[in-house]
């Protein structure tokens, strides 16, 4: 079995400035995929970037970059220059080669303040 | 537009009526499921399948129904709506990319409430 987990209800950030969402997993598989989706309250699924368990360098998108650390079972999404349009909700998720559906953790509520 | 599509959008029932979720990919993805999300959870998934005629259960799957008898469709159907089925359900497609990202593509949801 595969666990999200994602300690954070909300966050604030000021724009402009970075800010970092935290997620932490459990799986028993050697070969996984991680995930960050954005959820807007318009409640569409976006996704933002994958790392996979193999990949040695850290995933990165545009402002969004995956802060991996697999010792620690780690996946933090860093977001840099916080716009007010990144207000959403973000949620990590994990696959494996065993199962190719998503375990999603349950999501933290980001607000980007002017 | 190529995607997944869900219909309808927006559904109120009432309790012990039966429906049918329409979810319908158009890029020959061979995997498909549907989640549901509740507030202040994430997604958790209900059923799955990984081909045509082929079709598995999820993590939360009583209550609902699936079959796929098309590569493109893959229907959702509540057999005795209950208020705890009140949620937005997501449909999802995914294709084997030789990695483990499996390029996953949403539907835009559909919002169900069950009075």
């Known amino acids: 079995a595969q666990k999200i987990t994602q300690t954070q209800p909300g966050m604030f950030v000021q724009e402009k400035e970075a800010v970092t969402l935290d997620c932490t997993y459990d799986?028993?598989?050697?070969?996984?995929?991680l995930f960050w989706y954005k959820q807007p309250s318009s409640g569409e699924m976006i996704f933002l970037i994958y790392q996979g368990s193999y990949d040695e360098q850290n995933a990165t998108e545009g402002r969004y970059s995956l802060n991996f650390q697999k010792a620690r079972k780690s996946a933090n999404l860093v977001i840099s220059a916080s716009q007010l349009g990144d207000s959403a909700m973000y949620f990590c998720?994990?696959?494996?080669?065993?199962?190719?559906?998503?375990?999603f953790g349950s999501g933290t509520q980001l607000t980007v303040l002017p | 537009n190529a995607g997944v599509t869900q219909t309808p959008k927006f559904q109120v029932l009432k309790t012990g009526q039966s429906m049918t979720l329409q979810c319908a990919q158009d890029m020959n993805h061979e995997y498909m499921s549907w989640y549901r999300q509740d507030p202040g959870m994430g997604l958790r998934l209900i059923h799955y399948s990984v081909g045509a005629g082929i079709t598995d259960q999820g993590e939360v799957p009583n209550g609902y129904n699936v079959s796929r008898s098309t590569t493109e469709d893959f229907p959702l159907r509540l057999l005795s709506a209950a208020p705890s089925q009140t949620s937005v359900y997501f449909c999802?497609?995914?294709?084997?990319?030789?990695?483990?990202?499996?390029?996953?593509?949403f539907g835009s949801g559909t919002r169900l409430t069950v009075v």
């Open positions: 998720a994990i696959s494996s080669g065993s199962a190719r559906q998503l375990t």
């Open positions: 999802a497609s995914s294709y084997d990319t030789g990695a483990l990202n499996y390029g996953y593509t």
């Open positions: 799986t028993s598989d050697q070969s996984y995929g």
